[in-house]
Nanobody, 115 residues
């Protein structure tokens, strides 16, 4: 059974940085995509960034240039480095895995950007 465990959320001031981590149980030899989504109160969940097992990345326009997604294959972990955070980045961030036609989700971690 695939499990995703997130960590790294918290409260940060505008302009600050946070790094989210998502540890995935099990190794995967076939194509997969891991990513981060976020959901703010009253809004739909949206894609923030994603990375394929081949290393191809994709970013939402709102975070491009500020956020960086990366992976450590040896640790089965994906990271989201978030710099220059803005109040509008406040949301619950969810780790996501797309593999063999199935979506897997982490439990979510709160990121709050406020002075």
């Amino acid at each position: 059974q695939v499990q995703l465990v997130e960590s790294g959320g918290g409260l940060v001031q505008p302009g600050g940085s946070l790094r989210l981590s998502c540890a995935r149980s099990g190794s995967m030899s076939s194509f997969y995509v891991m990513g981060w989504y976020r959901q703010a109160p009253g809004k739909q969940r949206e894609l923030v960034a994603s990375i394929t097992n081949g290393g191809k990345t994709n970013y939402a326009d709102s975070v491009r240039g500020r956020f960086t997604i990366s992976r450590d294959n040896a640790k089965n972990t994906v990271y989201l480095q978030m710099n220059n955070l803005k109040p509008e980045d406040t949301a619950v961030y969810y780790c996501n895995l797309k593999w063999t036609g199935v979506n897997y989700w982490g439990q979510g971690t709160q990121v709050t950007v406020s002075s």
